[in-house]
């Protein structure tokens, strides 16, 4: 496991402990595109 997945599970689990909400993105190989798509897919869910 990197380092920088090891720091994001440890804030995963210490928002989740205290019962913030959170959202989980894997950006994967092609991090703009995947940026690309999670904005509009907000912008699509606000109603803008």
Same mark, same amino acid.
């Given at each position: 496991?990197?380092?920088? &997945?090891?720091?994001?599970? +440890?804030?995963? /689990?210490?928002? @989740?402990? &205290? +019962?913030? $909400?959170?959202? &989980? %993105? *894997?950006? +994967? /190989? !092609? $991090?703009?595109? %995947?940026? !690309? #798509?999670? #904005? *509009? #897919? #907000?912008? @699509? !869910?606000? +109603?803008?």
């Amino acid at each position: 496991m990197t380092l920088k &997945r090891a720091q994001a599970l +440890g804030d995963l /689990r210490s928002l @989740r402990s &205290r +019962g913030l $909400p959170l959202l &989980r %993105v *894997e950006l +994967g /190989r !092609a $991090p703009s595109k %995947v940026w !690309a #798509a999670l #904005a *509009e #897919a #907000a912008e @699509r !869910a606000a +109603g803008s």
